[in-house]
């Protein structure tokens, strides 16, 4: 967290939201990419002995306790790279649906299909191990941002 004792979280992070910058470099080969989070206004400060419980969020990146409206932290957002992350994989979202109901009962109530992750080979672990790890239901199980 870097010293900060209230850490932010952004409440809506998805891919609509990421930035690519690409930088060639002139004369070499060398490139630099840049990522950059953008659209912070559901963003906050959480203040650690008071969690917070506002639903907010686009549904399809919706972490399971903010559905539930129970109290949260920053490891909501560890969920919505979860899930960028496997729709950069798949093509897909991990839980899907026409309406923020479907989309909200599915992914509280199933499981995603890793199983198109073996088109990475002896990499195809790595994805996987990443993404079950963001997609962990129970927040208090989720690896933190740091």
């Known amino acids: 967290m870097h010293g900060l004792e209230r850490p932010i979280v952004h409440r809506d992070l998805k891919l609509e939201n990421i930035m690519i910058q690409y ?3 002139e004369g070499s080969n060398d490139a630099e990419i840049i990522l950059k989070v953008t659209d912070f206004g ?5 203040d650690p002995k008071k969690p917070e419980n506002l639903s907010l969020g686009s549904p399809m990146y919706t ?8 109290s ?3 490891r909501c957002d560890v969920w919505s790279l979860g899930v960028m992350a496997y729709m950069l994989l798949t093509n897909k979202p991990p ?12 992914t509280l109530n199933n499981k995603p299909d ?5 088109r990475f080979h002896d990499k195809g672990h790595l994805c996987t191990d990443f993404v079950q790890s ?3 239901k129970n927040f208090h199980n989720r690896p933190t941002i740091a």
């Not at 559901?42 to 959480?46: G, L, S, T, V």
């Not at 972490?63 to 129970?70: K, N, S, T, W």
């Not at 890793?114 to 073996?118: I, K, L, V």
């Open 42 to 46: 559901f963003a906050c400060e959480i």
């Open 23 to 25: 930088i060639q470099n």
């Open 134 to 136: 963001c997609l962990i």
């Open 63 to 70: 972490a399971p306790e903010v559905i539930q409206g129970l």
């Open 114 to 118: 890793y199983s198109s992750f073996s």
């Open 95 to 106: 839980f899907s649906g026409s309406k923020k109901e479907e989309i909200y009962d599915r």
């Open 72 to 74: 949260y932290d920053a």
